[in-house]
């Protein structure tokens, strides 16, 4: 499994990938879709952490919506602000996806306590517009999934006429009436959901990581 050096290497890329491309990102997040499905799943960033969908910023959350001139020129003005979200990433507990689908099947092997101590196995499915994966890990051990009304991406805004982005959960209520962002922190432990050490999220920040289009 990906270390926590090699996390936070690609936490600090990311951060100061000025060549981030956003437009082929989106197009590329926006298509790919979770298994298949399209999705338009970036949305603008307000202050305190709240996000808005494009449509629902023209006064119709839910009208369909084309990546044209119009949705960019919208993306760009957010990102002068507090910035966009973008998903790309997912964690599926509630999935059953066969191994023979799964590029990569990942056993957690970091356990705290002693072996006799665990009894339930989580199965969780990390998935990208590119790839799918297997993590399983005990539930014993503490290492907070997400929800199916969660999705992992990028926050992404403009500082200094340079790009800055960082990793973070979006997550929404049952009814989809209201998002928020919250960002991924080395500060916590790893078995917190929004750590960038929780095993989950090492993994999927790996992930995301090849998904993002970079200028040429």
Request: proline share 5%; with cysteine.
């Given at each position: 499994m990906i270390t926590d050096e090699e996390?936070?290497?690609?936490?600090?890329?990311?951060k100061n990938a000025n060549n981030l491309d956003i437009k082929k990102t989106i197009e590329k997040a926006s298509t790919a879709g979770y298994l298949?499905?399209?999705?338009?799943?970036?949305?603008v960033i307000e202050e305190?952490?709240?996000t808005h969908m494009v449509p629902e910023i023209l006064g119709d959350r839910y009208k369909s919506m084309k990546l044209d001139n119009l949705y960019f020129d919208i993306i760009s003005k957010a990102l002068d602000h507090e910035g966009i979200y973008i998903s790309l990433g997912y964690c599926a507990s509630h999935l059953i996806?066969?191994?023979s689908e799964c590029s990569q099947i990942i056993e957690y092997d970091d356990y705290d306590l002693n072996e006799d101590e665990y009894e339930y196995l989580m199965d969780y499915f990390l998935i990208t517009a590119d790839d799918v994966k297997k993590f399983s890990v005990?539930?014993?051990e503490g290492i907070a999934g997400h929800d199916r009304i969660e999705d992992v991406g990028l926050m992404v805004n403009i500082i200094d006429s340079n790009y800055k982005a960082y990793f973070a959960l979006r997550s929404t209520d049952q009814c989809m009436s209201s998002f928020r962002v919250l960002p991924f922190s080395?500060?916590?432990?790893?078995?917190?959901?929004?750590?960038?050490?929780?095993p989950i999220n090492k993994i999927l920040i790996e992930m995301i990581d090849k998904t993002i289009v970079l200028k040429e």
């Open positions: 996390v936070l290497k690609i936490v600090q890329r990311i298949g499905e399209e999705h338009f799943y970036c949305t305190g952490g709240m996806i066969p191994d005990y539930g014993e080395e500060k916590y432990q790893k078995e917190h959901p929004l750590s960038l050490f929780n």
